[in-house]
T-cell receptor, first 115, second 113 residues
Framework: GAVVSQHPSWVICKSGTSVKIECRSL??????MFWYRQFPKQSLMLMAT?????????EQGVEKDKFLINHASLTLSTLTVTSAHPEDSSFYIC???????????FGEGSRLTVL | QKEVEQDPGPLSVPEGAIVSLNCTYS??????FMWYRQYSRKGPELLMY????GNKEDGRFTAQVDKSSKYISLFIRDSQPSDSATYLC?????????????FGTGTRLQVTL
């Protein structure tokens, strides 16, 4: 299947700092990528839909000023957690939709721990 | 009522058993159905993708969709310890290729030796 790469796979940061997570589609162009958040033993919660060349669409309850999303190219979307706090500690996962069939492939996830 | 209902488990079976995982949904507009496998601390991996009622087979995995009952299933034959993971069902409506998915809560499966 298609490959989606996510980096870093894990990151630890101090409270108040910002963290950037990258999501790349390695073998296809993705006009749309999705960012999810997953707490332990829970399902994926969609945070936002990232569209290449335009502003992201955020789900209800997700602070767009805190979770900055940039989709600068057809193969790269970034999620920046600004002024991170311990409650932002979570597993963040991106996905990209393949052209045509619309199958959704996920990255390996990024585990964020805010101290 | 959630749009997609899935028993969270955990489901424990012996090696070699046939596993049946199920989801029900309430939105009749869902037309595309997927099953993902997620190992601990990893991203979900697409297992099966279907868009019509009936069965689709891929190796030891069979996906079944019954749109009239709003019920989908994933069967795993000859289960192996390596199948131990959380299985998520997901579905979407056919509004273009990049519409967002609605996920079930996931069923945690443990295959024992």
């Amino acid at each position: 299947g298609a490959v989606v790469s996510q980096h870093p796979s894990w990151v630890i940061c101090k409270s108040g700092t910002s963290v950037k997570i990258e999501c790349r589609s390695l073998d296809f162009q993705a006009t749309t990528m999705f960012w999810y958040r997953q707490f332990p033993k829970q399902s994926l919660m969609l945070m936002a839909t990232s569209n290449e060349g335009s502003k992201a669409t955020y789900e209800q309850g997700v602070e767009k000023d805190k979770f900055l999303i940039n989709h600068a190219s057809l193969t790269l979307s970034t999620l920046t957690v600004t002024s991170a706090h311990p409650e932002d500690s979570s597993f963040y996962i991106c996905s990209a939709s393949t052209p045509g069939t619309g199958e959704l492939f996920f990255g390996e996830g990024s585990r964020l721990t805010v101290l | 009522q959630k749009e997609v209902e899935q028993d969270p488990g955990p489901l424990s079976v012996p090696e070699g058993a046939i596993v049946s995982l199920n989801c029900t949904y309430s939105n009749s507009a869902f037309q595309y159905f997927m099953w993902y496998r997620q190992y601990s601390r990893k991203g979900p991996e697409l297992l099966m993708y279907t868009y019509s009622s009936g069965n689709k087979e891929d190796g030891r995995f069979t996906a079944q969709v019954d749109k009239s009952s709003k019920y989908i299933s994933l069967f795993i034959r000859d289960s192996q310890p390596s199948d131990s993971a959380t299985y998520l069902c997901a579905m979407r409506i056919p509004t273009g290729t990049a519409s967002k998915l609605t996920f079930g809560t996931g069923t945690r499966l443990q295959v024992t030796l």
